[in-house]
């Protein structure tokens, strides 16, 4: 249902997901840096018009990410 999936695992425990993508610019293994473009938003996956799902993890668990976000 999520499409195209990038998985980031931070060294805190935390997972980032972003999901729906139509181009992934990293690869299974990099290490990448904040700023860093690491996809392309699309229409892959259970959507009906090109989106982003976005959702953070603790583990494997999903948490509500605005109390982690800077400058929300």
Not at 17 to 32: C, L, S
């Amino acid at each position: 249902g999520y499409g195209k999936l990038v998985l980031i695992r931070h060294a805190n425990g935390f997972v980032s997901a972003y999901a729906n993508n139509q181009d992934i610019m990293v690869k299974r293994g990099d290490n990448v840096k904040r700023g860093q473009v690491i996809a392309k938003s699309g229409q892959t996956g259970n959507v009906a018009s090109p989106q982003l799902h976005f959702e953070l993890r603790k583990g494997s668990t999903p948490v509500d990410p605005t109390q982690y976000l800077a400058g929300l």
